[in-house]
């Protein structure tokens, strides 16, 4: 498997009010270490550490700006010195939420306050989503290697300053090792660790940069955005993915579902009543299918050979992974009765049921650090790539 990991990731540093104690966040540069220390033992996989240009860095924050509001980017671009200035904060510290923003406020235009202190929990919906001196660097380097998985799988037209796509014409699927992860945080909310959903903006990138795709409409003026790619999401974290579902939800192109525990954070969504807006082309793009604490790996797969059979009729063209390990069962956030091995069999059962769908997978969850770099590999042995 071809791996892009991103350095720069390892900057972002924070805390999380859990179990009311405020502790160093679980979701730690630690996790990024050990993968990327077990894939090098490993010696059966690719991994090609980027750093993005300053160029992609623009380009990255440009696609972002397709799933998420302008201000709430500019909000976690500049948040932490803002708060430094002001001092509300110190280098070593991060800015966290104080009052979250109020929902169905009667006869209330409902904006940003003015009060940068106050502002930090309009932009967030809980208190695991800090942000530190430099997680704006880890956050667009994140995206950035989702941008690049895209583009790497793409087929982008030959002068393309992509630098892997000429090496690699015939990839059939890449891993990002993104950090921090994407899929709780929306539009306009930072949440379960989340800041930009690169999934969203993986898609963002095909639409906009896939060469057949726009060889296929020469004639329309608009053939850039316009796209007629169709994408199927497996979120496969133990957490139900509420910002990819949002992002997606109205679009009848894009097919959703996630295997994730029941009644678990982000507790709100993640119900198999969510099947996309009824009376509309995207009903039925959505499929949640909850498990219930404690499941058996069995169960689990019983879920899983539902989703992949939904995929399969939709028909996609690019299949995205959120890979989350948090379904591990010592993890301390996830609740599943899965172990090391059983990720091969994970892995293989997409790969035998989705045979030859392109496939772009990103890292989400997973807590148990000194387990992480097994249970991928394990993983890795079973997608056989
Ligand atoms: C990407 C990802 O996996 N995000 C998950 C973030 C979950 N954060 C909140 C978990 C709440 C667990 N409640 C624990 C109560 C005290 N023991
Ligand atoms: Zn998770």
Redesign the pocket.
Known sequence: MLILHDETTLLHDTV?L???KLIPAQ?SPARIKAIVDAVKHSGNHELRTISASEEDQKTTIALAKANHKPEYIEHIQNVFSQWLKEGLVEAHESVLPECFRLQNVANAKLRPPKDIYARAGYYAF?M?TGISKNSWQSIVASANLAVQAALLMAEAPTNSKNPFQQNSPKLKSVLALCRP?G??CTGSQAG???YLNNIAITITTFRQFTHSQRLRRPSNPNFASVSTLKFAILDL???HGNGTQEQFYMDPTVFYTSIHGQD???YYTGAASEQGPSNSPAFGTNLNLPLKTGSSFEEYLAKLHIALSAIQQFGADHLLVSL?F?TFHTDP?GKFQIETQDYKVMAKTVRAMLKNLPAVILL????VVDRLGENLLSFLAGWEE
């Open positions: 999380e859990l179990g009311a979701e809980d695991s992860p899929h709780h379960g660790y989340c974290d133990f957490h678990e954070f982000p989350g948090d956030l989400e969850g997973g807590y």
